[in-house]
């Protein structure tokens, strides 16, 4: 079962989003917008040169001494600082791109593998299963990471952006940590995952009596449902995106290195993300910053509809998303950083306005 974290349905009431505007770009572009055509002229005599020349990368030990690798960019005279929060499975590595399109917009980056995946150290001996203890590990490596390392490079205006698992971290950390960014950005959070229907009651009483009974009776949590081991699925299987071109780029990074390479969920993060997330929206008075929320409208990993409930809580709380609602990319799957070019596009455009904006 290939990207289908089986998980809780949050079945709240839902906002009506607002769709993508038109394209007319402020930031973005001609050669951002029309990238795929030319995109492996674009890796080997720009992306490349400044992933090997220009993106520095180092490590630093955790609290439960773990090993957690990182990457940066500083741009001279920068007025702002992106940390980026990836998703599950993700290493930086697979952002070499995104990394680059920020700092043409004249921002430093921050971005750290979360442990368990990436470079960073894994708990279990099969290092391909998605592991961790507690959830508020992810966050507590988060926080590690920007005191230690980003305010010791950067000392301005640190902005958060995220995708993913990244933005159930990012979220969870602005609610406890609420003065250390001053915008959040999220693309597709995973603030509740598709579960095909499966009732909240059900599947989380589930998961419960499930991870119970395997660390009652196994060491290691085993794999969720039809999880396995890393096993890249073809493009045309693929829920990440439509663009060959990025899919096959990042397939490629990770068969380069192989240390990047990681499997399915275990029982154990299920229940640790199903706990998180259920915080998560009781703190959401928590949330005092300005949110811009993407939301993917063929997205078939997360749950959609728990995005619609976050802004809709947001603006009873008084603090409501950008627009009012996730902004929707029609014909776009999970991944909008490895979209076609005209959804990522449009994507950037909205960020880097969001981001420019006072």
Known sequence: MKYMYLVLLLSFGVSVPVSAESKEYHYVSPELVERESTFSAFVSETLLPFWDNEVIKGHFVNKQKLDIHYAYVLVPGAE?????????????????????????????????????????????????????????DYVVDFHQFIEEVVKSKYDGELVLA????????????????????????????????????????????????????TQLTMDQSPYFFGGEDYNPTPFEENQLTSSKTRYDYFRSVYAATPELQLGSVTFSWIKESVDAIDIAFEQLNLVKLPVMVFQAKDDEVVDNMAQNEFCTELAKLGNPCVNDAPIIIDDAKHELFIAPDKQRSEVLDKIFTFLSSK
Not at 120 to 135: I, M
Not at 183 to 209: D, H, R, T
Request: aromatic letters at 16%.
């Open 80 to 136: 702002k600082a992106v940390v980026f929060s990836p998703g599950r499975v993700e290493g930086y590595a697979k952002y070499q791109e995104l990394l680059y399109d920020f700092t043409q917009q004249g921002y430093s980056v921050f971005i750290l593998d979360h442990q368990g995946q990436g470079l960073s150290s894994r708990r279990l001996d099969n290092k391909y299963k998605g592991y961790v203890e507690n959830f508020n």
């Open 162 to 213: 995220s995708h993913s698992m990244g933005g159930a971290i990012g979220l969870r950390y602005i609610e406890q940590y609420p003065n250390q960014f001053t915008k959040a950005v999220f693309s597709s959070p995973m603030w509740g995952l598709n579960s095909g229907g499966l009732p909240q009651w059900i599947a989380k009483s589930i998961f419960s009596v499930v991870n119970w009974t």
